[in-house]
């Protein structure tokens, strides 16, 4: 096996390993590691979640001694900076490995470049870029967080051929089928907030969690009320299997306090034209560390992400049935086909007789 090759089938594994962890690392990365001696592994590892030892040191720690002239396949760029845990680089370093293959640089400051900059400086033979585009997907979301400055957004949306997401008196319970569902409880997984307009509240009284399998977390809960309209009663509020931020422009100190009593989060955000700004929302999640948010809906909430161009990627569940005069997606302000905004189509997912369709904006 020529080099390249090598290279390439143990960084497929790194890579592996890296998705074994994918939405339970936030507000980090997810990164695998694997350890090549001999042209044999002799160990692997990957980042389990923030606080938690990074990649390349689970990997040493298993490799030991084993480790002394290896070469190190790690799907990111290892840190050189003291964050929740100790620079990557210098336990590299110490372990005296000879060579290090990264699939891709880290896009945040505190690291980009000097991780390298770091190894090379030591002696070691550095690679970049083995099945970069492949890494920079499993981590588009931490990519999106730290180059912009806010959360990687998905807009969910489940409809009728025809386009609706409700039928016109609002019933949209349920529209696609059981594996369907299922599959949205994984795209909730990935995501560190699942985000609803105060209309799906009042209409649905959803308990937005994961439920279809076991997971280790639970996504923080995050409603948009301008109004601050929330039903007392609402499982948002009872429930307490999930923590729950309320966004709101509303001063109704009565009301915040009693919520706050329940362990509700209210956070105040300006408004425009009755609505919440939604810039200023994703600014304050992304100081509040949520990477990845998941917009569920409804209309209104999906359509003001859309047309304010605040979003990153479409997931649309196309079910089998014709409604008909129903709900869908409101003006995103195009009046020419020209305008209309391009999306590429990144994946097509079949459900029984439903259509899971992923789309990245362009």
């Known amino acids: 096996m020529m080099e390249s090759e090598r290279d390439i089938h143990f960084m497929k594994r790194a890579l592996e390993l890296a998705k074994l962890r994918k939405g339970l690392t936030h507000p980090n990365p997810t990164v695998g590691c694997v350890i090549v001696k001999d042209g044999k592994i002799v160990s692997e590892g990957y980042h389990e979640k923030a606080g938690m030892p990074h990649a390349e040191v689970v990997a040493l720690e298993r490799a030991?001694?084993?480790?002394e002239g290896s070469t190190v396949y790690v799907t990111l760029e290892p840190c050189s900076h003291h964050g929740r845990t100790p620079p990557c680089t210098d336990a590299l370093i110490r372990a005296k490995v000879k060579r290090v293959v990264i699939a891709t640089p880290d896009p945040n400051p505190l690291v980009s470049g000097k991780g390298i900059w770091?190894?090379?400086?030591?002696?070691?033979?550095?690679?970049?870029?083995?099945?970069?585009?492949?890494?920079?997907?499993?981590?588009?979301?931490?990519?999106?967080?730290?180059?912009?400055?806010?959360?990687?957004?998905?807009?969910?949306?489940?409809?009728?051929?025809?386009?609706?997401?409700?039928?016109?008196?609002?019933?949209?319970?349920?529209?696609?089928?059981?594996?369907?569902?299922?599959?949205?409880?994984?795209?909730?997984?990935q995501a560190t907030a699942v985000l609803v307009g105060i209309n799906t509240v009042v209409r649905d009284d959803p308990s937005l969690t994961i439920r279809a399998f076991f997971w280790e977390r639970q996504p923080i809960r995050i409603v948009l009320d301008p109004m601050l309209r929330i039903p007392l009663s609402s499982k948002l509020v009872k429930e307490k299997s999930a923590k729950t931020w309320i966004i709101t422009a509303s001063e109704n100190r009565e009301k915040i306090e009693f919520l706050e009593s329940q362990g509700v989060e209210v956070l105040l955000a300006p408004v425009e034209d009755g609505k919440l700004k939604l810039d200023e929302v994703l600014r304050e999640l992304y100081f509040r560390e949520v990477m990845h948010l998941l917009v569920e809906g409804g209309s209104i909430t999906a359509t003001s992400f859309i047309k304010d161009n605040l979003y990153d990627r479409l997931f649309v569940f196309v079910a089998p049935i014709i409604i008909g005069d129903g709900l869908?997606?409101?003006?995103?302000?195009?009046?020419?086909?020209?305008?209309?905004?391009?999306?590429?189509?990144?994946?097509?997912?079949?459900?029984?007789?439903?259509?899971?369709?992923?789309y990245k904006r362009v």
Not at 125 to 147: H, Q, R
Not at 153 to 172: F, N, R
Not at 332 to 338: C, P
Not at 340 to 352: E, T
Request: neutral net charge; contains cysteine.
């Open 328 to 358: 869908s997606i409101g003006y995103t302000g195009v009046e020419r086909l020209q305008d209309a905004k391009r999306h590429m189509l990144k994946n097509i997912y079949r459900f029984g007789h439903d259509l899971g369709l992923e």
């Open 64 to 67: 030991g001694k084993e480790a």
């Open 118 to 189: 770091k190894l090379k400086s030591a002696g070691i033979e550095v690679s970049i870029g083995i099945l970069e585009e492949e890494a920079k997907e499993l981590n588009e979301d931490f990519f999106t967080y730290i180059t912009l400055k806010r959360p990687f957004v998905t807009v969910k949306l489940a409809q009728s051929i025809d386009g609706c997401i409700a039928t016109k008196h609002g019933e949209s319970k349920w529209i696609t089928n059981e594996e369907s569902r299922v599959f949205a409880h994984r795209l909730r997984a």
